[in-house]
């Protein structure tokens, strides 16, 4: 079947603007991440969704960071009131379960102007 | 803070040359260490991952050593091919956690012809 995909590849906006980032994640896995890798560094955890469960936020680094699921399946990140020092690669994961590898969707890249 | 360590930061090697990737963590309630090769505009993929009950884990001309008392593990790629330039990074996964990754910072290979 088809890996993580994500949507849009590419985001350019505005200072102060809201954005909406869409994570597909592969169908059967009830796990998803989401991480953030600016440039030159290596990914930072903001969210985890399992099942049903409560989500574990403990990564978001500010409360204009939020995150849906809906089932398992699609989950979207939305960023309030965009700041410069959130451009960054938004990239989505999914596993199964209990299982340790972490499938990559191939991000979303946002600049925020 | 910086849960793991990660250097170089950029390699160069020639083909056919040995890379050598080097990390150190210090909360010991890790239990799972995988390294991620990620190529431009694309998401990380599982490369090779150990468990620190293991000392050694070979996968072709992958291999990863894990000093448990040292709290470091690295990566050695044997035989490097242009194909391997890439950025690796790798990670690790806390014991009873959400199963999220705390990754290192990333190097930057590059296998010259």
């Known amino acids: 079947g088809a890996g993580v995909s994500q949507s849009p590849s590419n985001k350019v906006t505005e200072k102060g603007k809201d954005v909406e980032l869409r994570c597909d994640p592969i169908?059967?896995?009830?796990?998803l991440y989401w991480y953030r890798q600016r440039l030159g560094q290596g990914l930072e955890f903001l969210i985890y969704?399992?099942?049903?469960?409560?989500?574990?936020k403990s990564g978001l680094p500010s409360d204009r960071f939020s995150a849906e699921r809906t089932g398992e399946s699609v989950s979207t990140l939305t960023i309030q009131r965009t700041q410069q020092e959130d451009s960054a690669v938004y990239l989505c994961?999914?596993?199964?379960?209990?299982?340790?590898?972490?499938?990559f969707g191939p991000g979303t890249r946002l600049t925020v102007l | 803070q910086q849960q793991v360590k990660q250097s170089p930061q950029s390699l160069i090697v020639q083909k056919g040359g040995i890379s050598i990737i080097n990390c150190a963590y210090e909360?010991?309630?890790?239990?799972?260490f995988p390294w991620y090769q990620q190529f431009p505009g694309k998401g990380p993929a599982l490369l090779i991952a150990?468990?620190?009950?293991?000392s050694e884990k070979k996968e072709g001309r992958f291999t990863i050593s894990f000093n448990k008392s040292a709290k470091q593990f690295s990566l050695h790629i044997m035989d490097s091919q242009p194909g391997d330039s890439a950025t690796y990074f790798c990670?690790?996964?806390?014991?009873?956690?959400?199963?999220?990754?705390?990754f290192g910072s990333g190097t930057q290979l590059t296998v010259l012809p």
């Open positions: 969704f399992q099942g049903n469960s409560a989500p574990d």
């Open positions: 150990i468990r620190p009950d293991v």
């Open positions: 169908s059967g896995h009830t796990a």
């Open positions: 990670a690790a996964i806390l014991s009873g956690s959400a199963r999220q990754l705390t």
């Open positions: 909360n010991t309630a890790f239990d799972y």
């Open positions: 994961a999914s596993s199964l379960a209990v299982a340790n590898e972490q499938f």
